[in-house]
């Protein structure tokens, strides 16, 4: 059994999620303590507690510590089957981070899978459903896996109630090497709104014009379907092989030239940085590339939360990785040991 300190670099729910996920794929029972300890209020929130019952259910597993607050669990999967899940966190927490624990598992199966999922779909601090669509699951394609995704109704804090659905192919996975660009960066933009004025999605679709100098065809506004009102701002920078996606959320009390301004500034700052893997997809890419037991990418600084993510993935599968500064960026290599 491997013991884990959920302090750990940054501290944050990626130490769980990735330990779930990869004890799911290598059959390695884990304790881990002092979850979530690097946040101001430590311990499984309900988006956790749901990832953990997610992968109790797809790896038969034994659990002790699965309640809200719990900063202490012990977790044994007995096997790991595919099949037809429905995951619903009852809140407006993170499903796409729900996903994100359950799917190592599932593209290492022995069969398809879905997965419907109930929840939020454009939640802070986590990537939104078109992150996945976009820049995720198109990477994840070229690398032997499948991931097929539709969403039927999005979910914003605090009413949540967003409902989606993967469908997920067994991986045989090729390693990948996204070192350059290929080609002039395309920029795309959409904006989505749900039971808010029509006025804060054109302000908002201006300040990229102005800021981006982006075409009034680079730009869709969506009115969608969501229990509750919200609007996220979500740019797609494509970079030949590659899409990375920013994104930004409105909230009360926050100007809608704020939100895109935002996300206009990290649209420049990767734009300048002249790499094809932004911080959002290095992050993401490195469970399929120690799955691959190899590949490379060049990317930004890496952020603490992508070393603490890193770290977790060594505990678990024969791979370390290697991050050296190249050429005023980031390389970013796997390699098994």
Do not use: C
Not at 45 to 64: N, P, S, W
Not at 122 to 135: K, S, Y
Not at 202 to 229: C, H, N, W, Y
């Amino acid at each position: 059994m491997l013991f884990l300190d959920g302090s750990m670099g940054e501290g944050g729910g990626q130490v769980l999620r990735t330990a779930l996920g990869l004890s799911l794929v290598t059959g390695t029972a884990f304790s881990i303590e002092k979850i979530r300890a690097g946040r101001e209020k430590p311990g499984l929130k309900r988006q956790h507690l749901t990832a953990v019952l997610a992968a109790a259910e797809v790896g038969d597993a034994a659990v002790e510590g699965a309640a809200i607050g719990s900063q202490r669990l012990t977790f044994k999967p007995k096997g790991l089957r595919a099949g037809d899940y429905r995951f619903a966190i009852g809140s407006a927490g993170s499903t796409t981070l729900v996903l994100q624990t359950v799917l190592p598992a599932l593209l290492s199966a022995n069969g398809p899978s879905t997965v419907e999922l109930v929840g939020g779909t454009h939640n802070p601090l986590a990537p939104p459903f078109d992150f996945l669509q976009h820049a995720f699951a198109p990477v994840l394609h070229r690398m032997g896996a499948g991931l097929g995704l539709e969403i039927h109704k999005h979910g914003f804090y605090p009413a949540g109630g967003g409902q989606w659905r993967a469908t997920i192919t067994p991986a045989a996975w090729q390693p990948i090497e996204l070192l350059t660009r290929l080609g002039e960066p395309q920029l795309r933009a959409r904006i989505v709104s749900a039971k808010i004025p029509s006025h804060v999605a054109q302000r908002e679709a201006s300040m990229l014009r102005a800021r981006l100098k982006l075409r009034a065809d680079e730009i869709t506004i969506d009115e969608v379907a969501s229990p509750g009102p919200g609007n996220a701002v979500m740019l797609r920078l494509g970079f030949g092989e590659v899409t990375e996606l920013v994104s930004g959320l409105g909230d009360r009390g926050i100007r809608a030239e704020d939100v895109a301004g935002n996300v206009a500034n990290e649209a420049e700052e990767l734009l300048t940085a002249n790499v094809p893997v932004g911080e959002h997809l290095a992050d993401q890419l490195l469970i399929p590339m120690a799955l691959a037991r190899g590949g490379a990418f060049r990317t930004m600084t890496p952020s603490l939360h992508t070393r603490t993510n890193a770290q977790v993935i060594e505990q678990f599968l024969p791979v370390q990785f290697a991050m050296r500064e190249d050429a005023g960026a980031w390389r970013i290599e796997v390699q098994s040991r």
